[in-house]
């Protein structure tokens, strides 16, 4: 009876799963006291212009710093903020922060873009483009200089609500970045649809470009295409020299990596911007 019963396809669920289904399910009731106890922060990595290597943004990266746990890196916690309702405190507090720090820099003459990273879910809220233009007025930072990622899974689920308030956000001057490029498959046609500005060429694509021909075949015609559109481009995963030098010949815009730097908190990225060590090595 016990070998027959081993055939029947049924899925085992085990100890382990359980701690692990138990153990999410408490961050994610942790969720909504994490922002409210200012236990996010956020990391900056830069994004370098590729001709003249000059920082012209970041990118805002959420952490959790986790009482019990430990720092959470968002992978972990995102997916979980979108199931239980606490995206929309956790971005808006995300744009707060980053909004705030850009304007700190913009005060100290460095005129640097913030980029935020934004979920579906919240494309598909009509009142977001009004949270955005509120916080942007009350803080006193321009518009231009506020880039919102997003990925095409975001614009998919419900392509009319995106586009709208897409479309409002465009109207404010805020930037339209499409995110991981090239990992979605239905990508080309909203390239036409929406004001985007930048795609971002997902790192996949980046990082193995000289063992990989494949990928820098990718990575070439997705620069072609964004070419040809007028968009600019950024690559993700520039992670030493070698593939910097690559992009350069291959006339890419902008360049973001651990070659320049990691994900850092405010005081390293500040500290950074200074030195910048990583120019040496192209020297
Ligand atoms: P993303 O937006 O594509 O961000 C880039 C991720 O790639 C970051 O991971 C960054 O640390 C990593 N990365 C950057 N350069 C390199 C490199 O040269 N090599 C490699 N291997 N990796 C590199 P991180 O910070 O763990 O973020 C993961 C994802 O979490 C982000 O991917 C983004 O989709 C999401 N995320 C982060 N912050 C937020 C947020 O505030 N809101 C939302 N909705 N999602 C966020
Ligand atoms: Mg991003
Ligand atoms: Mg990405
Ligand atoms: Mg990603």
């Not at 809220?125 to 942007?136: G, I, Q, T």
Request: a negative charge; one cysteine or more.
């Amino acid at each position: 009876y016990a070998a027959k019963r081993d055939k029947v396809p049924f899925t085992v669920y085990t100890h382990e799963d359980d701690v692990e289904r138990r153990q999410q399910l408490r961050l994610a009731q942790d969720l909504p006291d994490a922002v409210i106890n200012n236990q996010l922060l956020l990391n900056y990595q830069p994004i370098v212009r590729i001709s003249d290597q000059q920082v012209i943004g970041v990118e805002a990266l959420v952490r959790w710093m986790h009482p019990k746990q430990g720092l959470i890196f968002p992978d972990s916690f995102i997916p979980l903020a979108e199931g239980s309702g606490s995206i929309e405190a956790l971005t808006e507090w995300v744009l707060e922060e980053g909004i705030r720090q850009g304007s700190r820099w913009l005060a100290d003459g460095n005129r640097l873009s913030v980029s935020v990273n934004i979920s579906a879910l919240i494309l598909h809220n009509p009142s977001f483009p009004d949270m955005v233009a509120r916080k942007l007025e009350n803080i006193g930072f321009p518009a231009e200089l506020l880039k919102l990622e997003i990925t095409e899974s975001a614009i998919i689920s419900d392509v009319s609500r995106a586009t709208e308030i897409v479309n409002r956000l465009h109207e404010m001057g805020v930037c339209l970045s499409i995110d991981d490029f090239g990992t979605g498959y239905t990508s080309l046609a909203y390239l036409r649809k929406l004001p985007v500005d930048e795609i971002k060429i997902d790192k996949s694509f980046v990082m193995n470009m000289m063992h990989a021909a494949d990928d820098e075949v990718i990575v070439r015609t997705l620069l072609d295409l964004a070419k040809s559109l007028g968009l600019s481009v950024v690559a993700e995963g520039v992670e030493d020299a070698l593939i910097w030098r690559i992009l350069e010949a291959l006339d890419c815009d902008v360049a973001q990596g651990y070659f320049m730097s990691r994900p850092v908190d405010i005081d390293t990225f500040n500290a950074w911007l200074k030195v910048q060590p990583w120019k040496d090595e192209l020297k």
